[in-house]
């Protein structure tokens, strides 16, 4: 008869309480996560209870300040824990992460991003992608939200997830 293993540490439920990670070179309660809308006050009023390691990802997203792709998130959590996590931990953790409105899939750039906005699952986020130099910029519309819904009400269609992506130019480079 083989003995029960205990659950993993890094997938247990965690309260979300600011904590020092500064040994780690990070620190969950002190980063600062201006232009991402992840707070675990935010993440506790959907019901959603982070474990370490969805936490540590949700972290990282924010942190990176833009998009990330799973196997440099694989870099990034490798170089905050000293452990290389396998792939499809950080695959399930940025799956939990997108389908509980903390972190979008930018699917023209196979690649994730932190929320910058805090709205609602059923709301449309909106990117604007510069094909110069890469930028991605998270946006929100009153009108685009009511005439999607309008739209997909019209077709009786029931939506899952609202990503639009626009690729264009930034105001920056279009003045270069």
């Given at each position: 008869?083989?003995?029960?293993?205990?659950?993993?540490?890094?997938?247990?439920?965690?309260?979300?309480?600011?904590?020092?990670?500064?040994?780690?070179?990070?620190?969950?309660?002190?980063?600062?996560?201006?232009?991402?809308?992840?707070?675990?006050?935010?993440?506790?009023?959907?019901?959603?209870?982070?474990?370490?390691?969805r936490r540590l990802v949700l972290d990282e997203l924010c942190?990176?300040?833009?998009?990330?792709?799973?196997?440099?998130?694989?870099?990034?959590?490798?170089k905050v824990t000293g452990k290389r996590p396998a792939p499809i931990q950080i695959y399930r953790a940025l799956d939990f992460l997108v389908e509980n409105g903390l972190v979008h899939r930018l699917a023209?750039?196979?690649?994730?991003?932190?929320?910058?906005?805090?709205?609602?699952?059923?709301?449309?986020?909106i990117f604007l992608i510069c094909d110069e130099c890469g930028s991605v910029t998270e946006a929100t519309s009153?009108?685009?939200?009511?005439?999607?819904?309008?739209?997909?009400a019209r077709s009786g269609?029931?939506?899952?997830a609202q990503v639009i992506e626009l690729a264009g130019h930034c105001a920056r480079c279009r003045k270069t």
């Open positions: 008869m083989v003995a029960a293993r205990p659950k993993p540490a890094y997938n247990r439920p965690v309260k979300h309480e600011p904590h020092d990670h500064s040994h780690h070179g990070h620190s969950h309660g002190e980063r600062d996560h201006s232009g991402c809308a992840h707070d675990p006050a935010r993440a506790q009023g959907k019901g959603v209870e982070l474990t370490p390691a942190a990176a300040g833009g998009p990330v792709g799973a196997y440099e998130m694989i870099d990034r959590v490798a023209s750039r196979n690649a994730f991003m932190a929320c910058g906005h805090g709205h609602d699952a059923h709301e449309p986020a009153q009108d685009a939200t009511q005439n999607l819904t309008a739209l997909a269609f029931t939506t899952r």
